[in-house]
């Protein structure tokens, strides 16, 4: 079976076309606003103001893409329904239902989150077994979700106040650091002391799964009003690491509590390297059983790629929708 | 009129003092850096209208939307222009449709952002700190 998917649900744009053979997943055509080379409509420059109009960018993006005009060749086509911004999701699910219909070829919605988890299916012989546990960490996003078995899902914890990218961001901000700050953060961190200041690690012992970042970063604004003189790098280093232990702790209690046999770690803020290396050596070290899994670093962020193989998972199960009646979802919810 | 709080809860008390004067309609923007309690102000004021979730931070879906169960009133809008770089950005959110009706009470994060892009307000809250101390005030 081969499905396009259109993912429209926050900033990014994109398209995709992957087939799926005999449970293997083929990428055919993949293609994202943020790196397309569409010149016509901006004379070779896309301006910032330009990263949310879906409605310029889908057409271009499809006609790159060579997605035929009457469908030939595609089975099925998937559209993120939600959770995101209305104006934006809209977008992509009025395109998706016209075209199911024109094309006369079954519809699929995708929750945005489901796409983030089934990136991890993609380019690897081993894919994660069932209970997988499931932390998702994006700009928009921090979850922790059980999955028992496809299209199965328990959500576990989430942020209280800000998500984990969005930390980044901001504490990005406070240090003067261009956007996004996930990438610059590391960067800076590279060079610092992750010991050298003592952040907080919010709710550690909350005795739920849920996150709360807005404290943390709080907590480096008071950090940087009291000091003199004070080195970014040291303070990027050890915010990261407050980040990441309390990452690696959380999962570590949903382990235990939920006792999975694999785990997920998916969304823009899993490009981070040492969240990928601490999770993984820290789950190795409590259960040599669990088996770990990151997407590739091309689909960490919003892609159609991850909605295509959430969409060809749940057309194989005939989960479909009517074209007629779909409407987006600004807070749809996975459980 | 100034508020001096010293943690969350004393933010929130604040909020829910504020939101017991909403009637509807009312646009509120909320100027203060990060780390003010902005969003700590709007989870009072939807504790207050018996929203019971967690009120989470719009700086990245820019709206978010919390159903109260009040009689005429439908939502509390909580708006966040933090990401947007330019007000020409505004109008593809379609806000219009909300913001400033009857049935809905409309915070905003960020308004300075707008530069006039998005309805008039009819108060305006402006957090500052010194030494841990935090000042609301409300105009």
């Known amino acids: 079976m081969r499905i396009l998917a259109i993912e429209t649900s926050c900033d990014e744009t994109a398209v995709a076309v992957v087939s799926m053979v005999n449970g293997v997943f083929a990428i055919e055509k993949s293609i994202l606003s943020s790196q397309a080379k569409i010149h016509a409509q901006y004379g070779g420059v896309v301006p910032e103001v330009a990263a949310r109009e879906h409605a310029a960018w889908i057409f271009p993006l499809m006609t790159e893409a060579g997605i035929p005009h009457d469908g030939a060749g595609i089975d099925a086509v998937a559209v993120t329904a ?146 003199e003189s004070v080195s970014v790098s040291d303070i990027s280093a050890s915010f990261q690491q407050a980040v990441v232990d309390t990452f690696v702790s959380k999962t570590l209690q949903a382990i235990e509590k939920t006792k999975p046999a694999s785990v997920i770690l998916s969304g823009g803020v899993s490009a981070n390297r040492v969240l990928r290396a601490s999770l993984e050596s820290s789950i190795q070290l409590l259960d040599g059983s669990i088996t770990f899994h990151a997407p590739d670093l091309s689909l960490t962020g919003d892609n159609a790629v991850m909605i295509a193989v959430a969409g060809l998972m749940k057309a194989s199960r005939a989960e479909y929708v009517d074209p007629l009646t779909l409407v987006a979802d600004p807070n749809m919810r996975l459980a | 009129m100034m508020h001096t709080t010293h943690n969350e809860e004393e933010t929130k008390k604040v909020a829910e003092a504020f939101a017991m004067t909403l009637k509807g309609g009312e646009v509120i923007f909320l100027f203060g850096d990060l780390g003010m309690g902005k969003t700590t102000f709007v989870r009072g004021a939807a504790e207050y209208f018996g929203f019971l979730d967690p009120v989470r931070s719009p700086s990245f879906t820019i709206v978010n939307r919390y159903l109260i169960n009040t009689p005429g009133l439908r939502q509390i809008l909580h708006v966040d222009f933090y990401r947007i770089e330019d007000p020409s950005e505004i109008w593809p959110l379609a806000l219009e449709e909300e913001v400033g009706q009857p049935d809905t009470m409309t915070f905003i994060e960020w308004p300075e952002k707008a530069e006039g892009n998005t309805h008039p307000a009819t108060h305006k809250i402006y957090f500052t700190s010194t030494d841990g101390v935090h000042h609301i005030s409300i105009q």
């Not at chain 1, 990438?183 to 690690?201: H, N, Y």
């Open chain 1, 82 to 227: 939600g959770p995101g911004l209305v104006p934006a999701l809209r977008i992509g699910v009025e395109l998706g239902k016209t075209l199911a219909w024109a094309w006369k070829k079954p519809l699929v919605a995708v929750n945005h989150l489901e796409g983030h988890i089934y990136s991890v299916w993609l380019n690897t012989d081993h894919p994660p077994s069932f209970p997988a546990l499931s932390l998702l960490v994006s700009g928009g996003h921090t979850e922790l979700i059980l999955m028992k078995d496809h299209g199965q899902y328990e959500l576990l914890g989430m942020t209280r106040d800000d998500a984990a990218g969005e930390a980044f961001d901001k504490v990005a901000k406070l240090l003067g650091l261009p956007y996004p700050g996930g990438p610059e953060i590391s960067r800076a961190a590279l060079e610092g002391d992750a010991t050298a200041i003592k952040f907080p690690r919010p709710m550690l012992d909350s005795g739920d799964l849920d996150f709360s970042f807005s404290g943390l970063k709080t907590a480096v604004r008071v950090y940087l009003e009291k000091e």
